[in-house]
Each structure stands twice: as structure tokens, then as C-alpha cells.
């Protein structure tokens, strides 16, 4: 062992990598997990659920494991009308996010509110429940409602008295597994970004949120504000199905194989016949393009769709 | 290959692993480039096989970085550093039966990790987009082994000293092996948030400085002073490049995320870091062109020089650019842009694909005891190389501008997407060119060891004559 000669080398070297990780890692890890979550933090997490990429409960990201986003006029238990109200339906055993299990996630203050007025500490994963994101009128402090027990709200009843159902959950699954992330940034800058493509988001929009999936590179637009600008069902899934249907130059693939095998009305796709008609279309034979099938309920086109236009 | 995996030690002729590695990295490049050159054609045309699920562009982008990372560049690291390591410690491998095992698993281990990755199963990561198992595969099976066998190397070297190449080998594969488990943490520990997306960019960042850009260094303080028979110009002039590698490479992580909403204080911190990134930079292509004096001609007459010195030359502007393509003032411009997809591709398959290259060309004759069946076709390699990764990296600088400018006038996005087409077009042909140019590489080296003539003991290769 002739290592002796580079002893006081060794040493230096394992000082040197230990001082950058400790300035690089451990020093930024405790600024960051100082902030507590937002508003849109809460609202992400209790919309995507525990996991968005490859976990032991959905290993082939097929979008199981994942809440149910609602939009609710009218009370699930009496109901009577309400104002219009998103809950996000957990049913029975479907993980919770980070920020619902681990208290530093949420904030401290945040964390307070919830357990208070939010009844936190009584839902369990095993047995599901209804959450709510409400705002504390005199702080502005964001905290998460477990409607279930506040308001008696039940899974089967909420998902029943639902007016929509918006699986954006499942839908990001989608969007890792289909790597809409490669070309699709869910970052606006902060330097020039703001008219075009909306806020940037802050330091604690992300707590509890996993992947992350900023992007880095863009051959398309950002994303993050995306169904603020366009919140159109239709037009969302003409392009999806294929996207030179109402943008004639754009590079996006076609995403029409997410569809399945058949349509809402249980008819059998025929991708090769729309093809041919698109073709015809194209060259001018037919003065309309072929239909695009709308997507069945638990298609993976109608996830990533409802995902797009989520992302207000 | 396989009748080595239950022989003796002993009976396994020196070098074998190496020649498995290497054999193993052209066909990986091949591979690696003929993705990314598909993908390219997408890009530019995007109706290509659109109805072939398994052909999507999203599935295949990270594949193509995965096959090129750790199939080319990470296996002609593993090839250059187990036949230059035991030379430089004048001694034998530690272990070759350690070795052949290693290259099996690697292969078969990557085949599976890209397998799973072209089905989609990801972890939604960036440059650590395998699952965790795999990743767990990775540092334990592929990587663990081949550093054992360096680290082993050189305790049992025969010289007093350790050569430069050495510190930088035993080193990166160290910082390695600790960037691949601390990265993936949030993987391992189901970390969220800002912390996970400041981690991904961590690892990316670390991964690349301080594997694959010493690494790439370290083979041409090897190539240089032994093709040229100079010396090394400084042995200080290294040890200043090795330790403001280590200090001034492993902190700018993040300005990776300049425009994300990380501290301000940490981005500040990572962008002077990362102008220091010329410290070594300069301390490295001063080292290696200076050892040149007086065999300049050598680079336009001997082929291994050709790639290694085209490797330093580019260099030059990658680490001009990295510098300060990362600092507030430019960032903001080329951020998330084509430009910064150039930067990578000059990183990769400028810079290091280069000096591998010449690794790979050199230690092939070396270990196979054979001169280079054909200069002409390593010639047209060179140049299919270089002329296609230039299309590609003007292309996409050129691309990267066009957005860049765009982002100011706030331009509709579409209108960016028909002003890029013709470079995207550019940018298919380049990736084709380089692809194409690797099948003759395969074909020559394949030649060279059928009829390749045998080089005398106690001769080097490039001390003969080329045949063809």
C-alpha cells in the first residue's frame, strides 16, 4: 500500500468535496425547507397525489394511485347549493402527498390551521376522505381542509354530486411518462416571462410536489399557465389527437394512441381510416377534416387533457 | 467473451475486459447516435412514423442521452481507464476476471435500464431519469467494480509517483460513485419539492464536471505526451487543474435553475463558481497545448492527435461558454433555448467524444497488438465527426438565438417554431453525418483486428507506418 506519499492529498481532497456539498446541498436544503407551502402548493399536491413518476404503487405509470379533483354547486351531505367549490376526492387507500404526511413539508403556521380548523389529524389513507384548500380570512395563511370530518363530505357522495370530474392527478402521470416535459417547460422565467406565458412561481409552490418536472429545454411553450390561455376542451383535444389539426406548423407528435381502443361511445377508433380522410383533407379532396373521437372517461388522453387544462 | 467469465485468473490475456469495453462503446455509439438522429428527424418532421407507439419522440429522447452517456462515453471511459491505469503504474489490471464480469453486467445491465426507459417507466428526472432500482444497479454493478479495479490498480502500482492521468482517474470515479447516490436521494427518500428539483440539477450538473470533463482531460494528459513522446509541459499546472476541478466544478449546480425561484444568495454563489469553471479550464488546454511544442504536425499526421487535439480545441469555446452562458446577464437570454442544447452536445460530443475517441483508437492497436487497418476511413471518421457535430452545433446555436430574441419580442410560439425548422433540419443531417461516420468506425476497427498488421514487441503503434 503505497499511499502514504498522498495522505495529506486524501485529506484536502475529502475536505474539499465535503465543504462543497456541505455549501451546495446542505446549506440550500435547509433555506428551502424553511418555506412553507403556498396556496397553489396545497392545491398541487392534493391534485397530483403522492407520486407523479415511477412508484412501487403505479410501477407503469398508468396514473393509479391518484386523487380525483371535483368541482362542486351543491353540497355532497344536504344538498343544497353552495358556491362553486374544487375538492380533491381521495378514495380509500390512495396515498397522501409529502405535504399531508410530513410536518415540515406544509409550514409550521399552515400545518396549525389545518390541524385547528382543518381536522387534519383525523383522515388516514386507508380509510380516504374529501380535502378542501381554504385561506384563513384574517392571515392569509393557506391550510387544507379534511371536508370529511368538518363537513361530513363522503367519497362516494362527493364524487356522485360532482359536476366534473378532472383527473389531472393521473394526468401528470401522463405528462412524465409521455415526456410532454422535454419540450414543455412548467417554469416561466422570471425575467421576461411574465406577459407571455404568466407569473413564475415561487420559492414554496413546489413544497410536497414530486418530480418537480420544470423542463429545461423549450421546442414549445411553457406550460404552467397553459389553461388560463386556453381553456378550451375541444381545442385541446384536436391537438392532442393531432396537433397540425389546428396548428398547422407545429412539431408536437401526435398523441392519438392515448386514446385506447375506443371512443367515449364505445366505438372502435379506426386510426389508419382517420389517417387516410386526414390525408384527403390535406390535399384538398374533402373540405373538412375527419372527427376526432372525444376520449373515453378513463382513457389516458382524457388525463392528460384534463391535466392541461388544469394547469391555471 | 464469455469463456473468460469461469477461467482463472491467470488465463485471462491482459487487456481482454478492455477490448470488451471498447468493442462495446463504438456499438453503443452507433446506437446512442442513430437515436439521436432519429429523434432529430421527428423534430424536423414530426408525422415521421407517427403511429408507432413505441417510435414517440417522448419516449425516445432520454433513451438517446442514456445510450450515448452511459453506453459511449462511460464505456470508453471504463475501456481507456483499464488499459491506461496499469500502464501508467507499470503493472498488470487488478483483476481482469473482475473486469469481464463488469463489462457483461454493464451491457446487459444498460440494455435493461434503457429497455425500461424507452417503456416509459422514468422517474420524471433529468439526466437521472432511471428508476431507482436501476440507479441502485448502476452504482453497486457497473460502476462499483470498474473503480474498484482502478482504485486497486494503482495501490499496486510498481512506480513511486502517480502520472496525473491516475489522480484524475481515481478521483472521478470516487466523486462519482458519491454524486450518484447523493443525487439520487430524492429518489431513494422520496424527497419533493424545490429540494428535489435543486437536487436533479445538482446531480446533472455534478455528473458531467466531475466525471465526464476530467475524465475526458485525463485521457489526453495521456495521449499527448505519449504520442508525441514530450513530456507533460507541467506536472504543477495539473495539480492546479485537478484541484480547481474539485473546488470550482462541484458547487455551480445551480445555475442550472438561474430562473427558478431557488435563494437568491445560492444562485449568486453558483454563478461566480461558475465563471471560476476557466480557472481549470485554462490551466488544462495551456497544460496540453503546450506540451505540443515542437510536434504540431503530428496533429494533422496521426489520427489518435487529430481527436485528441480537436477534443482540446473544442475545449476552448465550451468552457467560454460555460463560463458565462450561466451568469444573470446572459442566462436570461439562451436559457432553455436550442443554444443550450448545443452547449451539451459541444460538452459531449464535441470536447470528450474527441479525446475518447483517440482513447479508443489508440488503445484498440495497443491492446490488439495491431496497426490501424485504414488512415483514409479514420480520416473520413474525423471528418464525418467533425463537420456533422459542427452542422449540428451551429445549427442549434443559431436556433438557440432565434428563441432567445424571441422571448424579448414576445413572439407566438409557433412563429419560433417555423423559424427554427431549417436549422432543425440542419441539426438531422449533422447527428446523421456523425452517425454514419461511427459505422465506419466500427467496420475499421473490425478490419484492424482481422487484418490489421501485427505490431512488433516492443513497438507502439504510432511508431508505424499506416498501409491504407
Known sequence: MAFREYKIGCIMFGIALSTSMFVTIFLPGLDISRIGSTEEALKKQLTYGWESAFNYYDPFLLGKDKPIKVVLTKDPETGKPIDKTEAYVFTAGTHFPDGLTHDNIMGTKQLALSKSKGLLAQATEKRGGVFL???????????????????????????????????????????????CWWCHTLLPEETQDWQSFGRPPVTGDFNGESPTSFGSDRKGPDLLHVGSRNSSREWMTMHFFNPRLVQPHSIMPRFNYLWGKADINGKVIDRQKWDRDFMAYARGDTPYPPAVPIPARNSEARYIIDFVLNLK | MLKYLL????????GSAAIFFGVSSICWFIIGTGLGSFNASKLAFPDFFHNVYWLQFGHMRQVHVHAVIFGWIAMAFAMSMLYITPALGNTKLWSEKLAVWNCLLYNVGLCLALALLWS????????????WPIDLYIAFVMVVPWSLNVWMTILNRRTQGIYTT?????????????????????????????????????FAHNVLGLLITPVAAAITYYIVPKVT????????????????????????????????????????????EGVLILVPAIAYICNIMLTMQGKWTMFVTNIELKFALTGVFLAIPLNMQGGFQQTRAINWYIHGTGWIVAHAHLALLGFSTFAEASAVYYGMQVLLRRKLYSYSLANFHFFMLLIGFSLYWISMTIAGLIQGAAKIYEVPYLDVVIAEHPYMIVRWLGGTMVFLGNITWLWNMYMTARVGTVVPVGRLPHELAYER
Not at chain 1, 381554504?134 to 357522495?157: I, L, M, N, R, S
Not at chain 2, 477461467?7 to 491482459?14: C, L, N, R, S, V
Open chain 2, 229 to 272: 513522446g514530450n513530456p507533460l509541459y507541467s506536472h504543477r499546472v495539473g495539480h492546479l487543474h485537478f484541484w480547481a476541478i474539485v473546488v470550482f466544478y462541484s458547487t455551480p449546480a445551480a445555475h442550472h435553475l438561474m430562473s427558478s425561484p431557488l435563494p437568491e444568495w445560492l444562485k449568486s454563489f453558483a454563478s461566480v
Open chain 2, 120 to 131: 416509459g417507466m422514468t422517474s420524471g428526472r433529468e439526466y437521472s431519469d432511471h428508476i
Open chain 2, 166 to 202: 491516475n489522480w484524475f482517474f481515481a478521483a472521478s470515479m470516487f466523486m462519482l460513485i458519491i454524486i450518484f447516490l447523493i443525487g439520487n436521494l430524492p429518489e431513494f427518500f422520496h424527497l419533493t419539492g424545490l429540494n428535489e428539483a435543486y437536487m436533479t440539477w445538482w
Open chain 1, 133 to 179: 384548500v381554504d385561506v384563513d380570512v384574517t392571515t392569509g395563511v393557506p391550510y387544507v381542509e379534511f371536508a370529511t370530518a368538518t363537513k361530513g363530505w363522503q367519497v362516494a357522495a362527493t364524487l356522485k354530486a360532482a359536476d366534473v370530474r378532472i383527473h389531472a392527478g393521473s394526468g401528470k402521470t401522463m405528462f412524465i411518462r409521455e415526456g
Open chain 2, 7 to 14: 477461467a482463472k485468473e491467470e488465463d485471462i490475456p491482459q
